[in-house]
């Protein structure tokens, strides 16, 4: 039995020193950096106000490798940025009198969408999850800019992606606004003020959802794992089979629309591990020669109707009971493949997805509980 | 909150209940002996070491193991035709012999009857008025003629049902079918007795004909030859198939208790063609096995496909054939 040492030394000798050294230095960086960041975390912005200067609205967003303070007051816009790359501070400050314009911008964080585009250069379940990514995120950006030609053109710039961000970051925008136009609207005539209802503060875009994130993110892993693990991806799996069957017919319990959506990507994805062609897994070749689309349009039929039915049998007032929709794989199988219904190994899968999309329900259950509890808490 | 607490412990009784049974489920899928191509192929092996025919039948489909059994009825087979091929050749000379004196006597009958017609047409001639008598000897052809036509229409009806068209008698044309037609009458009764029937000494193939050339070929072949036909007959080598696997059986039964396969072979995974060639995801009703023997000729492959039949697998086919795997002689 080799001890942990050796067995290190042996995948290092395998790696080779370049690759060993390329990763001492990969994790060194990213240690220096996250406790520079810890440290920043800690320092609070609190600017110098001039004589008479009053504060009118701040904005604090902090997310996962940056953070801001945005500070309006009746003279000057401030801000101070954090980031944990390069653990970079800046602050920056203009003057009312400067700001030509206020602007609130909302969109899809497209720069995640052309990155898909790019590592995509075909089928593959990287290039999958980026443009789903892309499609399911926000960006929403509050401008206070000083003209171009005004060099070195300052601008301030608070950001968000966190779609909960939206009603406070509305609210800055229309202080903010307020202030710019009481500032550089002619003072003899009445400010500019938004109506209330001018902007919306709730964003009623698509969104993928938490729960179906989890479906689809499950269900690819399953893949890869069977693919590695099996050699190829499949319905038949004592392990991964009753995972694919089981997490439409889970999602669909408490949302029909979950349900849908994990039916269709999480099929989506699997198909995309079964047949990446270029990127990131681009190394594992199709698995099992040509596409049999004749099946899969069979298989995402079934799915997309299994989610129905446990939708449907969650609506009529037994929730319990609509991980049984799974049940509905075993008349397909016979319909298709009528020879593979004598195998009680199938039997076991299907009344294995009954029991892994209840153990999901009881796993969400408590979820939404821990956090009900935590927020009372707080 | 306490709704969902409820709802949380009958979603436990539900996933535990339904987990256990997919759970007893899996483990009686386990213990079935054919549940997987592994495991076939396993039973499979086992089977070709078990010295019992029976017991490597219940492998295989019904197609396989005539495939199998009739490998070695092939051999008896080839052996049985070569011994009835000799016996023909053999019986020839005498069948030729019969044939010809039937011939003869028959030839002997033919140029009686023309004899006949002449006489009968002459008499007729001699009963004709001088004039027309007269007539007829200034033409030779008409005369010829007139015997001829007066002679067989006074033929007896025996004799003229004997020699058939007139027109062909005139000429001869008819003499080799009236010699196979009337041969086998013309022969005396321990001749005909012997060859059996008409049909035996006819021109072209009968089966009357090859067993006559039997009967008189068979006793003059080697021991050997004779045993190998033994009880066989001409007729159970016309369905090849059914002689293959009726006489192929107790060789092959023969062989399995005699020989052991030359070692244990390294089973490689199996693939399911569905999923390997159709890029389906379910895995089907047909697998192929490899499985690699280490001989001292290096390493022979075996392919065993493999066909779900009901809850279970069966062989389907073996490429190459059960018999030309690598067997050796079990120790005594």
């Known amino acids: ?378 | 909150m306490v709704q969902g607490r409820k709802s949380s412990r009958v979603d436990v009784g539900v996933a535990l209940v339904t987990l256990a049974m997919a759970a007893g489920l899996w483990l009686a899928f386990e213990k079935q002996t054919h549940a997987t191509p592994e495991s076939s192929t396993a039973q499979f092996l086992h089977a070709l070491d078990s010295r019992d025919l029976g017991v490597v039948r219940s492998q295989l489909v019904p197609a396989v193991y005539d495939e199998f059994v009739q490998t070695f009825g092939n051999q008896r087979f080839e052996r049985v035709e070569h011994a009835y091929d000799q016996a023909y050749r053999l019986g020839d000379a005498r069948w030729v012999e019969i044939r010809e004196r039937a011939r003869d006597l028959a030839s002997q009958d033919y140029d009686q009857i023309r004899l006949r017609v002449t006489n009968l047409g002459k008499e007729a001639f001699a009963a004709l008025p001088v004039d027309e008598r007269m007539k007829l000897m200034d033409d030779q052809a008409l005369y010829g003629e007139f015997v001829f036509a007066h002679g067989v229409s006074a033929l007896s009806p025996t004799d003229r049902a004997r020699i058939g068209s007139a027109a062909e008698f005139k000429l001869s044309e008819d003499r080799d079918a009236f010699l196979d037609r009337e041969g086998f009458s013309a022969l005396g009764s321990e001749d005909k007795a012997l060859a059996g029937s008409a049909a035996a000494l006819a021109n072209g193939q009968t089966a009357a004909k090859t067993l006559l050339h039997d009967r008189f070929g068979i006793p003059l072949l080697p021991r050997p030859l004779r045993d190998e036909i033994g009880s066989i007959t001409r007729a159970d080598l016309q369905d090849v198939a059914a002689f293959k696997l009726k006489f192929g059986e107790p060789v092959a039964k023969k062989f399995m208790q005699d020989h052991v396969t030359a070692s244990a072979p390294a089973l490689q995974p199996c693939t399911y063609t569905w999923v390997s060639e159709q890029g389906s995801l379910l895995k089907g009703n047909e697998a192929i096995c490899n499985l690699h023997y280490t001989t001292r000729r290096g390493t022979q492959v075996a392919s065993v496909h493999f066909t779900k039949e009901g809850f279970e697998w069966r062989v389907s086919r073996v490429g190459p054939t059960i018999a030309d795997l690598p067997w050796t002689e079990r120790a005594p």
């Not at chain 1, 994990?262 to 020669?289: E, R, W, Y």
């Not at chain 1, 446990?310 to 008349?331: D, E, Q, V, Y």
Request: proline share 5%; glycine share 6%.
């Open chain 1, 1 to 378: 039995m080799r001890n942990p040492i050796q067995i290190l030394a042996e995948i290092a000798g395998q790696a080779g020193l370049t690759v060993v050294f390329a990763l001492f230095f990969a994790a060194l960086f990213v240690y220096v950096m996250t406790r520079n960041y810890q440290r920043m975390m800690c320092e609070e912005f609190r600017p110098d106000l001039l004589e008479g200067e009053r504060q009118i609205d701040r904005l604090d967003i902090t997310g996962l490798i940056t953070s801001s303070r945005t500070i309006l007051t009746d003279r000057r816009v401030l801000q101070s940025n954090l980031s944990w790359l390069f653990s970079r501070r800046q602050v920056v400050a203009i003057g009312w009198a400067d700001t030509h314009s206020v602007t609130l911008k909302r969109s899809l964080a497209w720069i995640i969408l052309i990155a898909g585009a790019l590592v995509a250069r075909g089928v593959n379940p990287a290039a999958f999850l980026l443009v789903l990514w892309g499609l399911d995120s926000r960006a929403y950006t509050i401008i206070f800019e000083t003209p171009f030609a005004q060099m070195p053109w300052t601008r301030v710039r608070a950001r968000s992606r966190d779609r909960a961000a939206l009603p406070e970051l509305v609210r800055f925008y229309r202080s903010g606004y307020a202030v710019w136009a009481q500032m550089r609207v002619d003072k003899s005539t009445a400010p500019v003020i938004p109506a209330p209802d001018a902007i919306a503060t709730t964003d009623a875009d698509f969104v993928v959802g938490k729960n179906v994130w989890i479906g689809v993110l499950v269900v690819m892993a399953a893949a890869v794992l069977q693919r590695l693990a099996e050699g190829h991806v499949g319905f038949d799996s004592s392990v991964f089979g009753p995972i694919y069957i089981a997490a439409p017919v889970a999602a669909a319990r408490n949302s029909r629309r979950d349900g849908f959506w994990v039916a269709l990507l999480g099929f989506l994805g699997i198909l995309m591990v079964k047949f990446p062609s270029t990127g990131l897994p681009g190394a594992l070749v199709n698995d099992g020669g040509v596409p049999y689309f004749a099946q899969y349009i069979g298989v995402l039929i079934t799915l997309l109707l299994m989610s129905e039915a446990a939708a449907a049998i969650s609506r009529f007032g037994w929730p319990t009971l609509s991980p049984l929709a799974a049940l509905l794989w075993l008349p397909y199988v016979a319909m298709h493949m009528p020879a593979v219904v004598s195998d009680l190994g199938l039997y076991s899968r299907i009344v294995a997805a009954v029991g892994m999309a209840s153990l999901a329900a009881i796993l969400s259950a408590q979820s939404q509980y821990l956090t009900l509890r935590a927020g009372r808490k707080v």
